[in-house]
């Protein structure tokens, strides 16, 4: 009889013991969700490069195919922030990656099923790409130049801007333009400011220009073919 005792008590606990899924009941261990933010895409460069005010809510969407849908996001000016990996049914993955799209501010995010090419041919994660439209007529940050950096420069440097981050694919990044570079003029013109700065890239887009930049207390000439300035921004 103990015997019997024991063995319905080992029964009950085993049945006790499934593993919940996040998105539902099931026996299969979920994968935790999370998300990834792109490489130089944190919050203040983002904040800083964006072409408008973040959304209230992003628009979601599924996606046809990844590296085709962020090409044809990046020629209207949409740059990839992060990557997002949800479980769950298609419902219960468009609200967790709304609502993490709205701690970024993304304004776009685009959701792929999961597939049975996945290597471990037992993935339950959607992957969720998330964007936001940037200001690329440059493709760069900039600051006004620190003290210490104007006084490396000598005495003939009135004026300038540090280069920070390069976004991939835009004019800053074709010219060759890195961060750290210092830029002192543009076609023979020296720059006061960041504001000054910003002011001759706004009144030269679309035109190609000349920035003179010292990297490594070299004085480089840079070819930049500024991209158009967007509606509205």
Same mark, same amino acid.
């Given at each position: 009889?103990?015997?019997?005792?024991?063995?319905?008590?080992?029964?009950?606990?085993?049945?006790?013991?499934?593993?919940?899924?996040?998105?539902?009941?099931?026996?299969?261990?979920?994968?935790?969700?999370?998300?990834?933010?792109?490489?130089?895409?944190?919050?203040?460069?983002?904040?800083?490069?964006?072409?408008?005010?973040?959304? /209230?809510?992003?628009?979601?969407?599924? @996606?046809?195919? #990844?590296? $085709?849908?962020? *090409?044809?996001?990046?020629?209207? =000016?949409?740059?990839?922030?992060?990557?997002?990996?949800?479980?769950?049914?298609?419902?219960?993955?468009?609200?967790?990656?709304?609502?993490?799209?709205?701690?970024?501010?993304?304004?776009?995010?685009?959701?792929?099923?999961?597939?049975?090419?996945?290597?471990?041919?037992?993935?339950?994660?959607?992957?969720?790409?998330?964007?936001?439209?940037?200001?690329?007529?440059?493709?760069?940050?900039?600051?006004?130049?620190? /003290?210490?950096?104007?006084?490396?420069? @000598?005495?003939? #440097?009135? $004026?300038?801007? *540090?280069?920070?981050?390069?976004? =991939?694919?835009?004019?800053?990044?074709?010219?060759?333009?890195?961060?750290?570079?210092?830029?002192?003029?543009?076609?023979?013109?020296?720059?006061?400011?960041?504001?000054?700065?910003?002011?001759?890239?706004?009144?030269?887009?679309?035109?190609?220009?000349?920035?003179?930049?010292?990297?490594?207390?070299?004085?480089?000439?840079?070819?930049?073919?500024?991209?158009?300035?967007?509606?509205?921004?």
């Amino acid at each position: 009889m103990k015997r019997i005792l024991i063995v319905l008590s080992l029964l009950t606990l085993a049945s006790c013991a499934t593993v919940q899924r996040n998105g539902g009941g099931g026996d299969t261990p979920a994968p935790s969700n999370h998300y990834e933010i792109e490489s130089g895409r944190d919050a203040a460069t983002v904040e800083q490069m964006r072409a408008g005010p973040a959304p /209230a809510t992003p628009e979601v969407s599924v @996606g046809k195919n #990844a590296n $085709g849908d962020t *090409a044809q996001l990046a020629s209207q =000016g949409f740059v990839k922030i992060g990557t997002g990996h949800w479980p769950g049914m298609e419902s219960d993955v468009r609200i967790d990656a709304a609502r993490q799209g709205e701690k970024v501010g993304a304004e776009k995010i685009l959701l792929y099923p999961p597939t049975a090419t996945d290597a471990s041919m037992t993935s339950i994660d959607w992957l969720a790409l998330y964007f936001v439209r940037f200001k690329l007529p440059f493709g760069a940050t900039f600051r006004d130049l620190r /003290a210490q950096e104007r006084t490396q420069l @000598g005495d003939g #440097a009135r $004026g300038g801007v *540090a280069i920070g981050s390069v976004i =991939g694919g835009t004019p800053a990044s074709r010219a060759n333009l890195v961060g750290g570079d210092i830029v002192l003029q543009v076609d023979g013109k020296p720059i006061a400011d960041r504001t000054a700065f910003q002011s001759m890239l706004k009144a030269n887009a679309g035109r190609t220009v000349k920035l003179t930049i010292v990297r490594n207390g070299e004085t480089l000439v840079r070819v930049v073919k500024l991209g158009a300035m967007q509606a509205g921004g």
